[in-house]
């Protein structure tokens, strides 16, 4: 279970990380932006009225450059960008957008439920990334004197250890370390090591592991419906990991294939402009990434974002401590087509929840991350079993309609914000707009959902807190500050999922 532990916890960080962080300089996805049809046809024709479930009387145009605007552009009627800025002193907003419209005739409504991990998922995913590679795990019972490291990483940590205290030494600091409770020392984490190495064995025990995907319906958690192992290939150890602890208390189920070496619990990072980040091959690692989305069979999800990861040491986080990177990698995050129309990506998790509320429901993804040394990371969040309701085209909102709503609610939505922190000023910077799919639940109903069209207004938020000199900035190309139901104008919380 300590290894169980540090999955879920690593997955956490991540999760969380993406939540809270965007990167500033990450490539967008390439999806095409659509120009839209104008209010008025060409030589000042009335356009033709729009069809019963919002549909076009004529099939996709082509404007002067090319460019095909499908109905869906032609229902909304918005123009290629959105300029607009507003403030009180307090709050500025400030939007200078271009606004993305996916290709299509039409958005449907789908419905949506979880399912758990299957047989043939593991299968996939291990023969593209794995090449079918046997699992084993370090026998815990045979290793349980050390648990379950050899002399030559006991060594590798004790020497880690050592050089920290000799580093702070030198700066006058006497570190410690939280461990539930207690304080521990440097001095006293070396020692616990130094007694592990005694019984600690020169080679590690091993035992095969059956590669069998499990769930057993239950209200509690089940050891079975967990599968994991280590898995080599070329030289390298893979940490696999398949939780199916799908439950009514708990929704977050999780697939992951984890590169071991130099530590790759990654977390996403507004720095690209590194050494490192800027070594990486960026176009090559999104075509290795969609090859391998190809190769497992997902043949019903697109590129819908990228950006810089970076792994760091799992170092104790105390003030006195910085943690060394050991890392740098590149990330391709993808998310569902429905007949041609995507799931608009961002970094809200959908795993928060109000009072009295009892569990929450994240939302699928799929990302894969890869390094100078390869492939490094794999995390599928979440299945969706996924049916349409209905071949009928929903009605959308016009854009002038959803201009109107998010400049009258930007600064309505966090209204409660700004009056538990008197004296902040805020400033929002809008620089996209897009039209896609969201999975949307009612509130308290877990179980299954909706996909509808909706409008995200990405971009950053700064903060001045009256206490603080610098700024404190949050956003990205993948936070979204206002969500807005694109048939009925209301307003979704992303991380609620309603």
Request: hydrophobic fraction near 35%.
């Given at each position: 279970m300590k290894k169980k532990e540090a999955a879920v916890l690593g997955m956490a960080l991540c999760l969380l990380s993406l939540t809270l962080a965007g990167c500033q300089d990450s490539a967008q996805t390439q999806e095409e932006?659509?120009?839209?049809?104008?209010?008025?046809?060409?030589?000042?024709?009335?356009?033709?009225?729009?069809?019963?479930?919002?549909?076009?009387?004529?099939?996709?145009?082509?404007?002067?450059?090319?460019?095909?605007?499908?109905?869906?552009?032609?229902?909304?009627?918005?123009?290629?960008?959105?300029?607009w800025e507003s403030g009180d002193g307090m709050v500025s907003v400030k939007v200078d957008a271009p606004i993305v419209?996916?290709?299509?005739?039409?958005?449907?409504?789908?419905?949506?439920?979880?399912?758990?991990?299957?047989?043939?998922?593991?299968?996939?995913?291990?023969?593209?990334?794995?090449?079918?590679?046997?699992?084993?795990?370090?026998?815990?019972?045979?290793?349980?004197?050390?648990?379950?490291?050899?002399a030559a990483e006991i060594d590798a940590r004790i020497a880690e250890l050592e050089a920290r205290k000799e580093e702070n030494a030198k700066q006058g600091i006497e570190a410690t370390v939280k461990e539930g409770s207690k304080d521990k020392s440097l001095d006293e984490q070396i020692e616990e090591w130094r007694r592990l190495k005694e019984n600690a064995p020169e080679e590690p025990s091993l035992?095969?592991?059956?590669?069998?995907?499990?769930?057993?319906?239950?209200?509690?958690?089940?050891?079975?419906?967990?599968?994991?192992?280590?898995?080599?290939?070329?030289?390298?150890?893979?940490?696999?990991?398949?939780?199916?602890?799908?439950?009514?208390?708990?929704?977050?189920?999780?697939?992951?294939?984890?590169?071991?070496?130099?530590?790759?619990?990654?977390?996403?990072?507004?720095?690209?402009?590194?050494?490192?980040?800027?070594?990486?091959?960026?176009?090559?690692?999104?075509?290795?990434?969609?090859?391998?989305?190809?190769?497992?069979?997902f043949t019903d999800f697109a590129v819908a974002g990228e950006e810089f990861f970076s792994s760091f040491s799992g170092v104790e986080r105390e003030e006195s401590t910085i943690a060394q990177v050991d890392q740098v990698g590149y990330g391709v995050y993808f998310t569902r087509l429905l007949e041609g129309i995507p799931v608009t990506y961002t970094h809200a998790g959908g795993n928060s929840m109000e009072e009295d509320v009892d569990v929450s429901w994240p939302y699928e993804n799929i990302w894969l991350i890869y390094t100078k040394g390869g492939f490094a990371n794999f995390q599928w969040i979440d299945p969706y079993q996924i049916e349409k309701e209905s071949d009928e085209y929903v009605f959308l909102l016009p854009w002038s309609e959803i201009q109107g709503i998010f400049e009258e609610m930007l600064v309505k939505k966090y209204e409660d914000f700004f009056a538990e922190n008197k004296g902040v000023k805020v400033s929002f910077d809008i620089n996209e707009v897009r039209l896609g799919y969201m999975r949307v639940i009612e509130k308290g109903n877990v179980f299954e959902g909706r996909m509808v069209p909706v409008w995200d207004f990405f971009g950053s938020e700064t903060i001045n807190y009256p206490d603080m000199s610098e700024p404190y900035m949050l956003g990205g190309p993948y936070e979204s500050w206002l969500t807005i139901n694109a048939m009925d104008g209301t307003i979704i919380d992303r991380e609620l999922g309603y």
């Open positions: 932006i659509v120009t839209p049809k104008q209010e008025e046809s060409q030589e000042g024709q009335d356009a033709e009225p729009l069809p019963e479930g919002g549909g076009t009387q004529e099939t996709d145009q082509a404007d002067d450059e090319g460019t095909v605007a499908g109905a869906i552009a032609d229902q909304v009627k918005a123009p290629e960008s959105y300029s419209i996916p290709q299509g005739e039409g958005f449907k409504t789908w419905r949506v439920q979880s399912r758990v991990f299957t047989q043939e998922d593991y299968d996939r995913v291990s023969q593209t990334l794995l090449g079918g590679a046997e699992l084993w795990n370090r026998d815990e019972e045979l290793m349980e004197g050390s648990h379950g490291f050899t035992v095969a592991v059956p590669a069998v995907v499990s769930y057993t319906e239950s209200t509690e958690y089940e050891e079975e419906n967990w599968l994991y192992g280590t898995a080599s290939v070329d030289g390298r150890d893979f940490f696999v990991s398949l939780d199916n602890n799908l439950r009514d208390d708990w929704r977050w189920i999780n697939f992951e294939v984890r590169c071991e070496e130099a530590n790759s619990n990654f977390i996403n990072i507004a720095d690209g402009t590194s050494v490192a980040a800027a070594e990486l091959p960026k176009e090559e690692i999104k075509g290795m990434a969609q090859e391998a989305m190809e190769a497992m069979g």
